[in-house]
């Protein structure tokens, strides 16, 4: 039986024309989203190119983490194409995507609600992750892509994500100037702690649910990584808790969302807020998101530069590396809001050793 249950399918092309959904996809109704639609937050679009963009990034980073950019330098063409690119993949066959399969323990690969780690509020729905690195280490973002799809569905996507993630990182690091700048540490110190990035691609293909008071698409949680850039199609979904209830994003054309994680929370000493989202699905149409979240080297020190602490600051979390909150999030821990907290009261149960060797 057990077996037999294992063998279910997320098949999206079934699943979202059902009236019924399987029960391990039903949230308790505490958590999923309420009749009424989410009232809409109101953001500014903050242009990169102007002269308060340090004020404003600053202020959004402080309340809820949260903000859209435009005159970003992303060409609108690549955008485009990164979106055609995911409904490729996401429309063939389930046979073909599973050559790509995730494995338990692996933060790449495809995945969807069945074939994760857990059995109860699993998401609806399927994701492609991939790595990729800025100092080049490793296999890059079109290799890999390649390797798993092969010739006839990896080449294109591989060399239009490789593109994708290039553009990304740069711009991760542009923003990583602004931030620094607002913090007052200075415009160089992120981007060098930056620099060689070793970044996480994920696509999210939200199907048509036809119960989507009932479930979610992604749950409540804070990202885990350092920055999140995140393009939305014009469908809407995207939520964010801002004063004490989910508010939803509206898509706009062009614009790119951007959110603080966990660990530029703790980078900055606690001052900029980790920002508390999920997104919610419809009954009408499939959703798509395409989300790059900025990560440090694998063991680099995670710490907030001296200009944050002081005796009115103390620090507000140990240091720790990429690599174990990551594999916190991988091995012991679902993310959610509490992420990081968890992470740390983890982390200060556990023998040091490994952390001080990573640190010298
Ligand atoms: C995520 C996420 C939201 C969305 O992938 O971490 O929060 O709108 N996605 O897809
Ligand atoms: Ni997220």
């Known amino acids: ?40 937050l109101d953001v500014p679009l903050i242009d990169l190119g102007a002269d308060e963009v340090v004020r404003l990034v600053g202020d959004a980073c402080q309340s809820h983490g949260f903000f859209l950019v435009v005159n970003h330098g992303i060409d609108a063409a690549l955008l485009e194409e990164a979106h055609r690119c995911m409904d490729a993949f996401f429309t063939l066959p389930l046979a073909e995507k599973q050559r790509a399969q995730r494995r338990a323990g692996d933060s790449c690969g495809y995945a969807s609600g069945f074939t994760g780690r857990f059995a109860s509020k699993l998401p609806w729905k399927e994701t492609l992750s991939f790595r990729y690195s800025a100092a080049g280490g490793g296999e890059g973002v079109a290799e890999y892509l390649l390797r798993k799809l092969g010739e006839e569905h990896g080449r294109r996507l591989g060399e239009v994500y490789e593109r994708y993630c290039g553009e990304m990182s740069r711009l991760s690091l542009e923003l990583m100037e602004v931030l620094g700048e607002s913090l007052g540490v200075g415009r160089g110190h992120f981007r060098r702690f930056f620099e060689r990035n070793d970044s996480i691609m994920r696509l999210n293909y939200y ?6 008071l009932e479930t979610l698409g992604t749950g409540p949680h804070c ?19 801002a004063e004490g209830r989910w508010r939803s994003i509206r898509p706009r054309t ?107």
């Open 207 to 212: 199907p048509a649910c036809q119960r989507p």
């Open 223 to 241: 990202d885990p990584t350092s920055l999140t850039i995140l393009h939305q199609d014009n469908v809407g979904g995207l939520e964010v808790w």
């Open 254 to 360: 062009g614009a790119l969302v951007v959110n603080v994680g966990d660990t530029f929370m703790a980078l900055s000493n606690g001052r900029y807020r980790s920002c508390l989202h999920r997104a919610v699905v419809n009954s009408r149409a499939a959703r798509r998101s395409l989300a790059f979240f900025l990560c440090p080297e694998m063991d680099r020190v995670v710490r907030p530069p001296g200009e944050l602490v002081d005796d009115d600051n103390p620090r507000e979390y140990p240091d720790f590396t990429w690599r174990a909150l990551l594999d916190f999030t991988q091995r012991h821990y679902r993310a959610d809001m509490r992420t990081l907290q968890a992470f740390t009261d983890w982390l200060q149960r556990q023998p040091q050793p490994q952390l001080q060797a990573a640190a010298t």
């Open 1 to 40: 039986m057990v077996q037999q249950q294992q063998q279910v399918v997320f098949d999206a092309a079934v699943l979202s024309g059902e009236t019924d959904i399987p029960s391990q996809f039903i949230w308790p109704p505490d958590e999923s989203p309420s009749p009424e639609a989410a009232e809409e």
